[in-house]
T-cell receptor
Framework: ELKVEQNPLFLSMQEGKNYTIYCNYSTTSDRLYWYRQDPGKSLESLFVLLSNGAVKQEGRLMASLDTKARLSTLHITAAVHDLSATYFCAPARYNNNDMRFGAGTRLTVKP | DTEVTQTPKHLVMGMTNKKSLKCEQHMGHRAMYWYKQKAKKPPELMFV???????INESVPSRFSPECPNSSLLNLHLHALQPEDSALYLC???????????FGPGTRLTVL
């Protein structure tokens, strides 16, 4: 069974600071997704990581995937208040068209 | 059309009612999903349809009954629900290749 561990679960940052969210998973997976969720809203796709060593960047967010270590990271550079949200990682089950979500990281960026 | 739509947005029902949630996408995706999300928790997969056939049922109680009438539509029929079934119900569809899932806005369900 694919288990996903995300940490930290809660993150309070000052604007302008950098931080990394970690996502470990338990079994072989060839794809991993990152989603953002604002309070009371649905999920927004941020990144699709399809291979070992994949790195994607969008604005102040950068995601990477190491399938050998079963680890993905979401790095936040120079945080701004608009990044406050809950971030979920979701590795795909190998050879399946479904994924499993981590517990989520609730990020608060303070001025 | 690049979105997944869901109706209704909100639903309040009693434990003896029968209701249905609806989901629609016109992106040509052939996989569609139902998730349940409780407050401050991650989404939990309930059902997966692939090419209009049920491919995954995550041991969901029979009071939830999915239906996929065609490749664009996904329904979730609800009957004899319990108060603990109150949650946000999310529908998603995914494209082949990347498997990226696109989520609808959700239906917030309250069972009294």
């Amino acid at each position: 069974e694919l288990k996903v561990e995300q940490n930290p679960l809660f993150l309070s940052m000052q604007e302008g600071k950098n931080y990394t969210i970690y996502c470990n998973y338990s079994t072989t997976s060839d794809r991993l997704y990152w989603y953002r969720q604002d309070p009371g809203k649905s999920l927004e796709s941020l990144f699709v990581l399809l291979s070992n060593g994949a790195v994607k960047q969008e604005g102040r967010l950068m995601a990477s995937l190491d399938t050998k270590a079963r680890l993905s990271t979401l790095h936040i550079t120079a945080a701004v208040h608009d990044l406050s949200a809950t971030y979920f990682c979701a590795p795909a089950r190998y050879n399946n068209n479904d994924m499993r979500f981590g517990a989520g990281t609730r990020l608060t960026v303070k001025p | 059309d690049t979105e997944v739509t869901q109706t209704p947005k909100h639903l309040v029902m009693g434990m003896t009612n029968k209701k249905s949630l609806k989901c629609e996408q016109h992106m040509g995706h052939r996989a569609m999903y139902w998730y349940k999300q409780k407050a401050k928790k991650p989404p939990e997969l309930m059902f997966v349809y692939s090419y209009e056939k049920l491919s995954i049922n995550e041991s969901v109680p029979s009071r939830f009954s999915p239906e996929c009438p065609n490749s664009s539509l996904l329904n979730l029929h609800l009957h004899a629900l319990q108060p603990e079934d109150s949650a946000l119900y999310l529908c998603a569809s995914s494209q082949e290749g990347t498997g990226e899932q696109f989520f609808g806005p959700g239906t917030r369900l309250t069972v009294l």
